[in-house]
């Protein structure tokens, strides 16, 4: 009765509105229709978008088939949609209008109707990455010819170890959640000399990750095996593949994963540094050897400019620079220090601090080293508008939203470090960082201020104009009602994160939200380090950093264990040596079954399973988890479409083999229907498939994107890479069981080839947004398209096929670099860098691997490829580590250090099933 009552009551109120604010006074016969038009589609709005919203509460999230909309009675906040219902109810009152209008006013009527249906089916294809730019990248990062050796000690623990260690660092401190595929560093005692592998970034920026690998031979020589050597001559490709088997063997974690290097960014760490100085500095959280060791590789990757690139291939940058000078001062380098010298004449001849982007500006007014009037507004408020209002913070990609939701909790604090007015080391980077006296820039006006080399998304007029008008609201809004609205926002935002929390066990979806995460839980409890939130913060610190040749990075996410697993499984099963490898195979089999999302035991005693309750989920908009795979592992929480996909995968390819027959746990054909269910629900409009979530917003939200230096952050776009791997998936699914949502796989199938299709460039290609680049994206658009049954003579897949083939190089390999992500055109030099002739065997694996599945008539140049593969093959079975292959958001490369193992296996043993066998 009382949401009967409510919707009487919205129509009252909207008769009123109509009457006072909408029609003129000059009453005509249309007038009391138009009014009752209003009312009756505001009252439909207050209806569909609270009343009934997420009615019924069980398929929140779910679709009726292809991607295509929401089966609740009213507005889905999981897919940031109304039902076909609620649609009709809102706009239907206005075509009582019609037959009262001049022919004229019919016109224009239905043509703001055909309008709209332009817009919606434009929007279908909001996931268009887009043609070259037309700025591309030109300047190249150089950094002294030096080798760099860090100090001895440092070892890796991981799963049930990993716990133990912490559990004796933070006494009494819980730490919840799957123990599977946690991977964290200590120097268990710190030993004489230094690391036995160098460090030189001129020669590759790129470490090797030689610490973890030698302590995995060691490891591996301990209990008495043998390491792949010289001796061991491959006589074909097939003995080939098994040699790389070999040596992947030995890099194997005790729990059936294969750790490495997720590091890249250089922005993240600093991050990290300076909420570890504004809550005290507590050793728990870094202690003297991590400092020294963070220390070590902001220097090492200081360039000759005496700047700091974005990531470690990326050329000096604002952001880059600003970040990671602050944070050498933070960690005790002093100011007159030659790396502070050069980093500070890097930073005054683009202007000073006001000049970098606003990410660094937040951390900068965190720290005290920046007025907050430097800064825009981020209002906590907004989080109380409806979630059905055509820009809400809970439609943006989950990535942005988590992000921006302790910065704004923080910003509406207005945290600063509370000893900044009396720290000798803040009033000297006052001083240090600014072209001019600290106390006479004008905060406000520096706002708009950023470098042009850190400006690849310059902010949109549109985004200008909406930062104008809050700062009017912050500066002439009444304070009484500003400061109460204020307030409920700021107690929401508070809940929230608690909730990403708990989501999470504390690891968080990554590395910024989680030191934002852990300031604003310290700032909520009084600037104190002794709660149990803090302390549980400071326990999952580890879980982001890594220590390779070139010291302790933070990575931008808690390892890529699921992911790097599930591929290593599937390149085992084509090459048909895993009963070779059976206690390999059957460890990372294993582990798959660990870290599937809420289904091992461990996992569903954590906090994290009572937020997979649908009520829950409504409130902090998350996704389905239950039965998904992550990226990393189960205790993050966090499921994605395609690391969904490639665990389905790898656990269908493996399922039937006699060694995981032999020596693993079934899973349950229940958990595999849910993990299809999570992969189901990921389906855009558009056919494509999110990573995370839904679209849930529009194209038009990247005007409003205020990052500066990142793009296409705003929305969950559908991706070629998201679409390939959901598509194959459920198509494996399928021909396994082919009675499960039949009808509803089939139609996905048909409308993900569709979106395939609409996205593969002129020249045939896909750009790839989560690796370099093009060969990477190109070979995730062939097997997707093959796999979802178009015919292999189709000029889609020859188009594709042109393209590799017109980008292979004279040694047989292809190559590119991170250029090819950024200015969105194929590298213009290839992997000339950092590559061997122009080539990389990563970007050589995924070239081979398209050719192959769409069929390529090129045996020739097939062959020639695998002969590179085979040429760069290193005497243990690895290969070495070249350019950087990953990046996130356009501009910022990432280090995947096992594709270089991975991709090659599979790309060979592809050749010896298809090509090799049919030869012989």
């Known amino acids: ?159 049930e170890e990993s716990h133990r260690v912490t559990a004796a660092l933070l006494k009494g401190c819980e730490l919840t959640g799957e123990p599977a595929g946690r991977q964290i560093w200590h120097r268990p005692a710190a030993r004489e000399g230094k690391a036995s592998t160098g460090f030189n970034p001129q020669k590759n920026p790129n470490p090797s990750d030689a610490l973890w690998r030698e302590q995995r031979v060691d490891a591996w020589r301990a209990a008495g095996k043998s390491v792949p050597d010289a001796s061991w001559q491959p ?27 997720y590091g890249g960014p250089h922005f993240l760490m600093p991050g990290l540094v300076v909420v570890w100085y504004v809550t005290g500095r507590p050793a728990e959280m870094l202690s003297p050897d991590f400092q020294q060791a963070m220390a070590h590789y902001l220097r090492v990757h200081q360039q000759l400019d005496g700047g700091w690139g974005m990531h470690i ?279 798959l079954e660990r870290t599937q999302i809420l289904c091992s035991p461990e996992s569903r005693k954590s906090p994290a399973f009572a937020f997979e309750d649908c009520a829950m989920r409504k409130r902090f908009y998350r996704h ?84 500066e230096v990142f793009g296409d952050i705003m929305i969950d776009y559908s991706y070629v890479e998201c679409s390939m791997a959901s598509l194959s998936a459920i198509y494996a699914f399928h021909q396994a069981y082919p009675a499960h949502r039949s009808r509803e796989v089939q139609e996905a199938i048909a409308a993900g080839r569709r979106f395939i299709k609409s996205i593969q460039r002129e020249d045939g290609s896909w750009y790839g947004s989560w690796g370099c680049c093009f060969t990477y994206g190109t070979w995730f658009g062939v097997e997707g398209l093959v796999l979802s049954g178009e015919p292999k003579h189709s000029d889609a897949l020859r188009r594709a096929c042109h393209f590799l083939l017109s980008k292979q190089n004279a040694n047989g390999g292809w190559g590119e670099d991170f250029t090819s992500c950024y200015d969105k055109a194929y590298a213009q030099h290839g992997a000339q860098r950092w590559g061997n002739g122009g080539s990389g065997v990563v970007n050589t694996a995924w070239a081979l691997l398209a050719l192959m599945a769409a069929g390529s008539p090129d045996g020739a140049a097939i062959k020639r490829g695998v002969e590179y593969l085979i040429s760069q093959q290193r005497d243990t079975g690895d290969w070495d580590q070249e350019g950087i292959t990953g990046v996130f958001n356009r501009a910022c490369g990432i280090s995947y250090t096992q594709y270089r193992n991975i991709f090659p296996i599979w790309a060979l043993a592809r050749y010896a099933h298809e090509y090799e066998r049919h030869a012989a």
């Open 235 to 261: 006589r074909s490709i097939r003995e080939a593949v098994r040699k790389a088997m070999a040596w992947y063997n030995v890099l194997q974690a005790d729990d059936g994963h294969w750790a490495g290097d």
């Open 313 to 591: 291939e990326s050329p000096s940058t604002m952001f880059g620079s600003c970040m990671c000078y602050i944070a050498l001062r933070l960690l005790g380098v002093p100011r007159d220090d030659p790396a502070m010298v050069k980093g500070r004449v890097f930073i005054h001849s683009y202007g000073g601090g006001i000049y970098t982007g606003s990410w660094a500006k937040l951390y900068m007014c965190l720290l005290g080293v920046m007025d907050w009037e430097a800064h825009h507004p981020i209002p906590p408020e907004l989080w109380l508008l409806p979630d059905w209002f055509p820009f809400h913070p809970g439609r943006l990609w989950c990535h942005c939203r988590m992000v921006y939701l302790p910065m704004c909790y923080l910003y509406g604090k207005r945290f600063v470090y509370p000893d900044a007015e009396t720290d000798p080391l803040i009033a000297s980077l006052r001083s240090e960082l600014y072209c001019q006296d600290y106390a006479a820039v004008p905060w406000a006006s520096t706002r708009e201020l950023v470098a042009e080399i850190d400006n690849y998304s310059p902010v949109h007029p549109l985004m200008k104009l909406a930062n104008g008008a809050l700062a009017v609201y912050e500066r002439h809004a009444p304070s009484a009602l500003r400061d109460w609205v204020r307030a409920r926002g700021l107690r929401f935002a508070i809940e929230y994160i608690g909730a990403e929390d708990l989501q999470t066990n504390f690891i968080d979806i990554g590395p910024v939200n989680k030191v934002l995460n852990m300031l604003s839980r310290y700032v909520e409890a009084g600037c104190t380090q002794h709660t149990d939130a803090f302390r549980r913060h400071m326990a999952r610190v580890p879980d982001y950093l890594w220590v390779s040749e070139d010291g302790m990075k933070m990575q931008g996410y808690n390892g890529s264990q699921g992911w790097d697993t599930s591929f290593a499984l599937q390149a085992f099963a084509e090459g048909g040596l895993c009963d070779e490898f059976p206690e390999m195979v059957a460890k990372a089999y294993a582990y």
């Open 1 to 159: 009765m009382s949401s009967l009552a409510s919707a009487l009551s919205a129509i009252d109120a909207a008769r009123a509105c109509a009457r006072a604010w909408v029609i003129p006074a000059a009453m005509t016969e249309s007038v009391p229709v138009g009014t009752e038009a209003f009312a009756l589609s505001a009252a439909a709005v207050v209806l569909f978008g609270h009343v009934l919203a997420a009615v019924p509460l069980s398929k929140i999230g779910q679709n009726g088939g292809a991607g295509y909309c929401t089966v609740v009675l009213g507005y889905d906040n999981s897919r940031g949609e109304w039902s076909l219902l609620a649609t009709a109810c809102i706009f239907a009152p206005y075509a009582l209008l019609l037959p009262l209008l001049p022919p004229a006013g019919v016109l224009l009527a239905l043509a703001a109707c055909g309008a709209l249906a332009c817009y919606y089916f434009a929007g279908m294809h909001a996931s268009h990455p887009g043609g070259a730019r037309a700025h591309r990248i030109l300047r190249e990062p150089q950094w002294a010819d030096k080798a760099h050796h860090l100090d001895a000690g440092w070892r890796c623990a991981v799963a």
């Open 624 to 707: 389905v988890s239950e039965g998904g795979w992550p990226f990393s592992s189960a205790a993050h929480g966090w499921p994605i479409s395609d690391c969904t996909a490639e665990g389905l995968k790898a656990v269908l390819a493996m399922r039937n083999l006699q060694c995981i027959r032999e020596r693993c746990a079934v899973i349950p054909d229940e958990r595999l229907f849910k993990a299809v269910n999570v992969i189901l629900t990921l389906q855009n409009v558009d056919g494509g498939f999110a990573t995370y979530e839904n679209n849930r917003g529009y194209r038009w939200y990247e005007w409003l994107n205020p990052s």
